[in-house]
């Protein structure tokens, strides 16, 4: 839960804050601890990016050109893997338009309306990351195919106890997927509570940060993965970047009548009005950065001299970082993006369907 905050946080987001000093000045500010950086390799994803969903099939509408293009997702994966090399940079590009076209799927689609097709989409991944079990490229959804592509180039890069660690991530994303789509079909707007624990999924935030370890080639150790102040800074860092999203995507989910969204389960469960509750989630965004910066000074001391450690952490920060610089700059997210044109009728490709 995050109703009951520091005084000294809470006091840093004046009540009389309007939502775009919010956004503007108040939020940014909360992330000054964490410096920008960009992939010197970004234009070489970029064109490695266009090259691959082409090839897959998953950007075929001209909305959807459009939309795909805006949102720039290279550039996003970019500053958020900033010292990757130019292969490992392509990879996550990849994952993170594969991710995010999943994500419209579920949320702006009927897939995400539908119970049953969310567990038979979930099970035909299972197939490809489990034993590529998929079924032949002409008999399965292009979504599906192209996770295959994904799972072949990964693999070399990890280890059998990272995969075990990507799939349980992966699976816990399904079923968030599905209460979620039993909340849409009932609905049902979630309680806090549960509702920050399966953003944490639903976003697929904890497959990102597993992606830190493939992007450097730098697996974390059992012990230090398991270690409690190691967990409770991941934790930390996974719900920054979920609730700087949620503020920033807050107008775009509404307009599709979504209301899996911090802002919006914290003023229907609070009864809150809209700037009420933006400034409630900027406090706690600010609250849970100060956390994070507690748990991650634990946890580098208590296991001083390991690089791996070390650079994963870096890897946290520039994903929050990252992850507030392109939520507050795409176009993704702005309304003026949003016309007609852009109904969810307009920019969804079957991509899900075989």
């Known amino acids: 839960m995050i109703t009951a905050l520091p005084s000294t946080v809470r006091d840093a987001v004046p009540a009389d804050a309007t939502v775009d000093r919010c956004l503007d000045e108040l939020l940014p500010a909360a992330f000054d601890v964490f410096p920008p950086s960009v992939n010197p390799h970004v234009e070489a994803a970029r064109a490695h990016l266009a090259r691959w969903v082409e090839e897959h099939r998953l950007v075929r509408k001209e909305g959807a050109r459009r939309r795909f293009a805006h949102a720039d997702f290279a550039w996003f994966a970019a500053v958020t893997y900033p010292t990757t090399d130019e292969e490992g940079l392509c990879l996550i590009a990849d994952w993170f338009a594969w991710l995010f076209l999943l994500d419209d799927q579920f949320d702006d689609g009927t897939v995400g309306r539908d119970p049953e097709r969310v567990k038979d989409l979930m099970a035909q991944m299972a197939a490809v990351l489990v034993d590529h079990g998929a079924p032949p490229p002409g008999s399965r959804p292009a979504i599906v195919a192209a996770l295959d592509d994904l799972w072949r180039r990964t693999t070399p890069r990890s280890t059998s106890a ?18 979620e789509a039993e909340n849409r079909v009932g609905g049902v707007v979630p309680d806090e509570a549960s509702y920050i624990v399966r953003r944490r999924h639903t976003g697929a935030i904890y497959v990102c940060m597993d992606l830190i370890e493939i992007a450097e080639r730098a697996e974390v150790p ?20 979920c609730w700087t999203n949620d503020v920033y995507s807050l107008e ?14 914290v003023e229907h469960g609070h009864g809150l009005t809209r700037e009420e509750s933006i400034r409630h989630v900027v406090t706690a965004i600010a609250t ?32 929050m970082r990252g992850n507030l610089d392109w939520s507050a700059q795409t ?24």
């Open 252 to 265: 775009k989910e509404l307009s599709v009548g979504e209301y899996h969204n911090l802002v919006a389960v």
């Open 288 to 319: 849970e950065i100060d956390r994070f910066l507690g748990e991650e000074g634990r946890a580098l001391t208590a296991f001083a001299g390991d690089a791996d450690t070390a650079g994963n952490f870096a890897g946290m920060r520039s994903w």
């Open 331 to 354: 176009k993704r997210y702005r309304p003026e993006s949003r016309t007609a044109a852009n109904r969810p009728m307009d920019y969804l490709d079957a991509v899900a369907e075989a």
């Open 222 to 241: 059992a012990r230090v993965y398991d270690d409690a102040a190691y967990q409770d800074a991941l934790r930390s860092a996974c719900d920054v970047v």
């Open 162 to 179: 990272w995969r075990h660690r990507f799939v349980g991530h992966i699976a816990e994303g399904g079923l968030a997927a599905f209460w």
